[in-house]
């Protein structure tokens, strides 16, 4: 944390590294914003390696949101061995507000000209405590964020917003919420998933009535996760909501966590994925352990639709 304003004398050179995700990284650009206002020159990079042309820098952050990304991190802290590495794929766990000592930054949306949506959290936090996930180490409980309007960029800027709260419905101002996108005529997409088990009847149907859609904003979408076997029972109910709701199943894409639980079969895992394809939903496998080449295996041949016209045994 640094005082000064843009007149400071001693304007520093900072590079922001994204070393992995696709979406735009919102915690750089926040970073971004707060060193612009103190006069600092940035550089902005999705590559680990120094390019040619860069100059010397006096701050250079990484950030890092899959723990997947383990050699491009080793990559990126040996070409810059005292950069300052952070976000959930890493076991710094820092916000930027208490890295910089002050309130939530505007992003900066220039570090990604080509980006045309509107991205940030309507809540953060989340009622459960997922052993396999880091958002209650990193946020804690449901708290309100922001308003629909102040995460919108405004302007001649789409009213498309990409929300990445964790637990949407879990926030006590959701139906505000719903109620700002549907009065805004606001498209929307629940990027980080909808907590099914935790769906109602009223929920679901507050959900069906809103414009959802992929990250990209072209097909039609809800995220959602089946993690567990033994949520079968609260999963398919909540599935039931939706459906009933009008939400279509080919509309409905759930991820399906593999490689987490102990004693886990591949017979296991099939079971839920032939549940999931009977249902008519999408079914996503994201693997838990990373080296288990078989899972790996399993996740391509479900992800590029292999299995429409492969069968398992033939493709392995």
């Known amino acids: ?45 999705r590559s680990p390696m120094r390019d040619l042309f860069e100059p010397k820098f006096d701050l250079v952050f990484g950030s890092s949101i899959f723990t997947r990304s383990l050699n491009v991190r080793e990559l990126f802290k040996r070409e810059f061995p005292e950069a300052l590495l952070g976000g959930t794929g890493t076991t710094n766990l820092n916000t930027i507000e208490q890295l910089t ?42 708290r309100d964020n922001k308003r629909i309007g102040e995460i919108w960029r405004g302007g001649n800027h789409p009213k498309e ?7 949407f419905f879990g926030q006590l101002k959701w139906r505000d919420k719903c109620n700002e996108i549907e009065a805004g005529d606001f498209k929307v997409s629940f990027n980080q998933g909808i907590n099914i088990r935790l769906i109602n009847e009223e929920s679901a149907n507050r959900l069906a009535a809103l414009k959802y859609f992929d990250d990209q904003f072209k097909s039609k979408r809800i ?3 089946w993690d567990n076997a033994k949520d079968e029972k609260i999963f398919f109910r909540g599935l039931g909501y939706l459906t009933t709701a009008g939400i279509r199943p080919a509309n409905i894409m759930v991820y399906m966590l593999v490689g987490y639980w102990p004693g886990e079969t591949m017979e296991d895992v099939f079971l839920r994925f032939h549940k999931l ?10 693997v838990y352990d990373e080296k288990n080449r078989e899972l790996k295996r399993f996740q391509r ?8 016209f492969i069968e398992w045994k033939d493709y392995k």
């Open 1 to 45: 944390n640094r005082n000064g304003t843009n007149n400071r004398k001693d304007k520093m050179n900072v590079r922001l590294t994204q070393l992995d995700g696709k979406l735009p990284n919102l915690a750089l650009m926040g970073l971004s914003t707060y060193h612009k206002k103190r006069g600092d020159r940035i550089w902005f990079s």
């Open 101 to 142: 000592g002050e309130s939530e930054q505007a992003p900066d949306y220039s570090i990604y000209p080509k980006y045309r949506h509107s991205l940030g959290f309507s809540q953060r936090g989340c009622r459960l405590k997922c052993g396999f996930c880091v958002v209650p180490k990193k946020e804690g409980r449901n």
């Open 161 to 167: 917003i990409c929300l990445l709260d964790n637990d």
């Open 223 to 225: 995220y959602t996760a």
């Open 277 to 286: 394809c009977d249902a008519g939903v999408m079914p996503f496998p994201m």
């Open 301 to 308: 041949w479900v992800i590029r639709r292999y299995y429409q």
